[in-house]
């Protein structure tokens, strides 16, 4: 597949679709079941083995293009804008994202830096430079950010990541209202814990094996955002447990209350970190 893809048909509802975080995770899954409705795909993610080896996997459904990059650097970010104005697609999936477990004073403040710059400044980046891709072409598009339930309180042991998050569900609700009647739609998907190395990661490699927090599986969450792209849904909170405890935090429970068992909870994560 070649830079130039606008003389290529698509058998699914989208013509193009550009997915960040693409080497892991909900992306690598999301990137699964786009190519199986036929979608044409260009992905991007840090680790360019992973996102070849995917690439390979997928190709025998949908073309693929490979864009290897860190979203934390802004030239690396800026080659990735000009790939989606030449590619203009109408389906772009910010998926990347990162948190890190501990009290904010106790993380180094690069890192906290960089959570900012990979869960908001890229986000806002992408999400303005793919808006102006769509409004400037031929056709209406879909740009939806990968948010979290954290989105939705303060986050005790991960409040940067929270605060981003909650950056991100603002961010995706006002330009959807701004940009709706435009032929562009922005959407926050709000996955709870998913099973994949987020954890590891965040805990910098020394999370308990042992968690009875049951997890839903990358697949599943792929299905639930590809479902809110289908109904255009604005936000969409997967799992009916979660929504029942956001709606409790926010209407029914004390802060205060809600703000300890946050703390407690994250603290068994982190603990050991």
Known sequence: MTDK?????SNGPFRLAFVTGASSGIGKALCRLLAREGIHLAITGRNKHTLYQLADEIRSHVNVVVYPADLS??????????KIHELSPDLVINNAGFGLYGEVVQVDKEELFQIIEVNETAVLDLCVESAKAILNSDHNGVILNVSSVGAFMPFPGNAVYGAAKAFVNSLSLAMDEELRGKGVRVLAAC?????T?????ASQG?????????????EYAAEQIWTQIKKRKPVHIFDGKYRFFVFLIKYILPTR??????RKSMSKMYQDV
Not at 73 to 82: M, T
Not at 191 to 195: A, D, E, L, R, S
Not at 197 to 201: D, I, P, T
Not at 206 to 218: D, F, G, L, R, V
């Open 206 to 218: 020394k999370q308990k094996s042992k968690s009875k927090k049951q997890k839903m599986s990358p």
């Open 197 to 201: 190395n987020f954890s590891y990661r």
């Open 191 to 195: 996955p709870g814990m998913v099973k």
């Open 73 to 82: 650097k802004q030239d690396e970010r800026e080659v990735i804008i000009r």
């Open 257 to 262: 209350l809600v703000l300890r068992y946050l």
């Open 5 to 9: 893809v606008n003389s290529i048909k």
